[in-house]
Structure formats: C-alpha cells, structure tokens
C-alpha cells in the first residue's frame, strides 16, 4: 500500500470518527437513547471498522513499535550495565588516586627529610674543607718554621764548627 493510499484512508477513518461524534451528539440531545436502535449500532460499526489493508499496517506497525520498543529497553539496559561498569571503574581509581596521594604525600616528606639531611652534609663537607685548608696551610707554615729552623740549626753547627779548635787547627794545617 503506498503512503497516498494510506493517507485518503486514515482521511476518511477520521472523518467516520467525525460523523460518528456528531450523530451521537445529536441523539442525545434529542434524547434517544442511540443503543436500542441496532441500526445505529450497525452504522457505528461500520464507521469505526477499519478497512482491512489499514487495519493490517496499524497492526505491523504496532508489532515493529513494540519490537524497537523491546529492543531500545534492552540497549537501555545494556547501557545502563556499562554505564554501573564505568562507575566501578570511576570509584576503583578514586580509591587509587587517594592510595596514590597518601603515598605522594609521605615520598614528599621523605624527600624534605633527606633534603634536610643533604643540606647538614653540605654544611658538614663545607666544614671539613674549611678545616682541611686550614690544617694545610698549618703545614705550610710548619714546613716552612722547620726550613727556617734546620738552616738556622745548621748555620749554628757551622759556626760551632768554625770555633771549634778542630776547624782551627785544620786552617792552620792549609793556611
């Protein structure tokens, strides 16, 4: 049946639905009760029948509703499913993220920690050096007292040596 078809009998449906209203409106202000005639009860019948090719559609058209209709509720329901999933997941890596945190918050308090620790080394090794130029420039100086000091001993012994009467009977022996 092509959708023209279709249309002039939905058109002509409705319009029997139309005549039907305005003839059961006019039997009840006249009164009547419209019931007891059978045949009013046979035009109305005959109104509100539906020709068999538009009768059939309606009904294959209710069945593809209700198929969609099962099969949207059952997308719905799949995706309801992933969406519970996605949940799990979304709620799983809150619970990491925060396990994540607490384990970030105590590395950082680690690292000051050790920081600190680097930092009193530093001082330490600065210190040390300190200490080490220092005790060097010590042994430069002592190095230099003993130089002084072994050629102060050693012009002594020469001199002692001069006055010695050993030296003076050598000079005598050459002189």
């Known amino acids: 049946m092509t959708r023209r078809r279709r249309g002039l009998l939905l058109r002509r449906w409705s319009e029997r639905l139309i005549q039907a209203g305005r003839a059961t409106a006019m039997a009840n202000d006249l009164g009547i009760d419209p019931f007891s005639n059978p045949e009013i009860i046979q035009d109305l019948i005959d109104k509100f029948a539906l020709p068999r090719e538009l009768g059939h559609h309606i009904l294959a058209h209710l069945k593809r509703i209700s198929c969609q209709e099962a099969e949207a509720s059952k997308v719905q329901g799949d995706l309801q499913a992933k ?9 799983e890596a809150e619970c990491l993220m925060e396990e994540k945190a607490a384990k970030n918050e105590d590395l950082q308090g680690t690292l000051r920690r050790e920081e600190v620790i680097l930092t009193e080394l530093k001082a ?5 050096e300190e200490k080490k130029k220092e005790v060097e420039i010590k042994v430069v100086e002592l190095e230099a007292q003993i130089s002084k000091f072994a050629l102060e001993v050693v012009a002594q012994a020469i001199e002692e040596f001069k006055a010695s009467s050993g030296m003076k009977d050598l000079n005598v022996t050459f002189g």
């Open 83 to 91: 969406v519970d999933i996605l949940h799990g997941k979304v709620a």
């Open 124 to 128: 330490a090794l600065i210190l040390e």
